[in-house]
């Protein structure tokens, strides 16, 4: 027994001295690490956020979350103290989220965005850690916005609604009853619209045509009738002015005749009647009988045999 005991304690010692060893060399290279602090303000719940829980920037696990703490001032403030690499370039349009992981229930701290030509947060904060103020999950908007779904669904649910809903399915189901035993009646007044629609589209392509042929008529005919109309009416221009200019010129003569000659032409006429009607009689007897006219005989005439 005395001979085993010194081989335990020196395995003991072996052991005790490469865990020291191994923490040493741990505790090292934490110390030797470098972080940047930062105070993520969240306005609403963590729920599934941790101490130790990732911290990412753009989906890359550059920290975690080192303490979590409630505003003294303003109960409803959570205030996240993280620790990041160093060369994270968080700038000062950099938001923070807070971001489940897949259905597990667990939360992390996602850091997004942040214009190539914004500095450096950390370079223009006068704090040690600096603030940044966390937006509104995506998973959040959606459980605030889900009681006004809820809301909305309930009312759209109520009692009312469903009556009204069942008597349109009611008069629907009235409808299709009705176009049922009717559905002779109805194909017939679908043809007749069939076949109104077929002398509609008949007349529009007449009326299609017409008006083709007015454009053709207007771009071809029109310019060649128009000249012909205008001709027509410069000659009637200078007709009647031929005929003022005679008019001008034979006043005094047209006026003697309308005074003298108008007076004489009445009695002309009157005797131009009567030897008219003379020459009417005259041809009237010699078609009768031109033998006697001429020759003073007249014809015998024919007396029928008595029976």
Do not use: H
Request: aromatic share 6%; net charge negative; charged share 25%.
């Amino acid at each position: 027994m005395e001979t085993r005991a010194p081989y335990v304690m020196i395995g003991a010692f072996v052991m005790i001295s490469i865990a020291a060893a191994f923490l040493f060399i741990l505790w090292l290279g934490q110390s030797q690490r470098e972080f940047d602090e930062y105070d993520i303000i969240f306005t609403e719940r963590v729920s599934g956020l941790s101490v130790g829980a990732a911290v990412r920037f753009n989906g890359i696990q550059k920290g975690e979350v080192d303490e979590l703490s409630i505003d003294p001032d303003d109960p409803s403030i959570v205030i996240a103290r993280v620790r990041v690499d160093r060369d994270t370039p968080v700038k000062t349009d950099t938001k923070a989220e807070l971001e489940f992981v897949g259905f597990t229930g667990l939360a992390i701290i996602q850091f997004v965005g942040g214009s190539a030509n914004a500095p450096l947060l950390k370079d223009v904060s006068d704090e040690n850690a600096p603030n940044i103020r966390a937006d509104t999950s995506g998973f959040a908007a959606f459980l605030e916005g889900s009681g006004d779904v809820m809301a909305q669904a309930n009312r759209l649910l109520s009692d009312d609604n469903i009556n009204g809903i069942s008597g349109i399915i009611a008069n629907i189901e009235t409808m299709t009853a009705v176009f049922a035993e009717n559905d002779e009646e109805i194909s017939e007044t679908l043809r007749s619209i069939n076949t109104i629609t077929s002398d509609l589209a008949q007349v529009t392509n007449k009326l299609d045509a017409a008006a083709t042929g007015l454009q053709t008529f207007m771009e071809s005919d029109a310019p060649a009738t128009m000249e012909e109309v205008e001709a027509l009416l410069t000659e009637s221009r200078a007709l009647m002015t031929d005929l003022r200019a005679i008019t001008n010129e034979n006043r005094a003569s047209l006026r003697l005749f309308a005074d003298q000659g108008l007076g004489q032409v009445a009695p002309a006429l009157g005797e131009a009647r009567r030897l008219l009607r003379t020459l009417d009689a005259m041809l009237r007897e010699i078609d009768r009988d031109p033998n006697a006219y001429f020759f003073g005989e007249r014809a015998p005439e024919y007396v029928g045999e008595e029976e």
